[in-house]
């Protein structure tokens, strides 16, 4: 009998060594398996472009704000791009034209220096023009001449700067509307259910919050286009002075 009970004994020992043997196996499988998933996941966002998680995101914000903010976005990099142009053909190597125009003046008269600077583009040229037009007249008449269409020359070269402007404030606004708006929504869903939850409120939180990264990001790209076509503008006006005070020394030796 004892033999017996010793027989089952052991039987059951092995029983349930076996099981729990099997039970261990099947949960280091379990966790190889989770661990392949989340591995593939890990791998599956690594491969995304930064193209390819920026259109998600965008799309996760909302099409009412986030298509006004893309539209700002759109026109202030338009009016941008074409101020750059503008103002990149708008230069002109002053000291070269300063030359060539002094030299004309010494050697074929008032009608040779207008011709350079006929064949100059830029509003340096422009001006130079200008003030040798008037020059028959007197210096002073020049100098004016100079002055007001230096004027003229500087709102060309600030035209459409204030639309660049208005987009770089009102981008962040319209961000920020959209945050405000989808944390109302937040406290709608909140009040209507009676309870707090995570996973309620999570969707509108995370809306209003990518309506405001999208804003932040269209005003730093514009702002940073803003601040060359300023620098770019000031670089221009600080030569057409430059320029202008030279021409009317250039004419005042010219009527000696």
């Known amino acids: 009998m004892k033999k017996l009970n010793s027989n089952l004994a052991t ?19 379990m966790a190889t398996t989770v661990a392949l998933m989340l591995q593939d996941e890990a791998a599956a966002e690594s491969s995304k472009g930064f193209t390819q998680v920026l259109k998600e995101q965008f799309i996760q914000g909302g099409a009412g704000f986030m298509g006004i903010v893309l539209l700002c976005l759109i026109l202030g990099l338009a009016v941008a791009i074409e101020r750059i142009i503008y103002l990149n053909m708008a230069s002109t190597n002053t000291s070269k034209l300063k030359q060539q125009v002094e030299d004309a003046l010494a050697s074929g008269g008032v009608e040779a220096a207008k011709e350079v600077c ?5 509003p340096v040229a422009s001006i130079y023009y200008q003030g040798l037009d008037r020059a028959g007249e007197s210096v002073e008449s020049a100098e004016k001449a100079v002055v007001a269409y230096g004027g003229v020359q500087m709102g060309q070269l600030e035209k459409n700067v204030s639309w660049l402007s208005l987009f770089i404030a009102i981008a962040p606004m319209l961000g920020f509307m959209g945050t405000v708006i989808g944390m109302i929504q937040a406290f709608q869903k909140i009040s ?24 932040l990001i269209t005003a730093i790209i514009l702002q940073i286009f803003y601040n060359y076509i300023i620098a770019k503008i000031d670089s221009i006006v600080n030569d ?3 320029s202008s005070i030279s021409l009317i020394d250039m004419l005042v030796d010219h009527k000696k």
């Open 11 to 29: 039987a059951g020992i092995f029983v349930l060594g076996t099981g729990v043997a099997s039970a261990m196996t099947n949960a280091s499988g």
């Open 118 to 122: 006929r064949n100059t583009k830029g």
């Open 192 to 215: 209507a259910v009676g309870n707090l939850s995570a996973s309620l409120i999570a969707g509108d939180i995370q809306v209003a919050l990518l309506t405001t990264v999208f804003g």
């Open 240 to 242: 057409m002075e430059d």
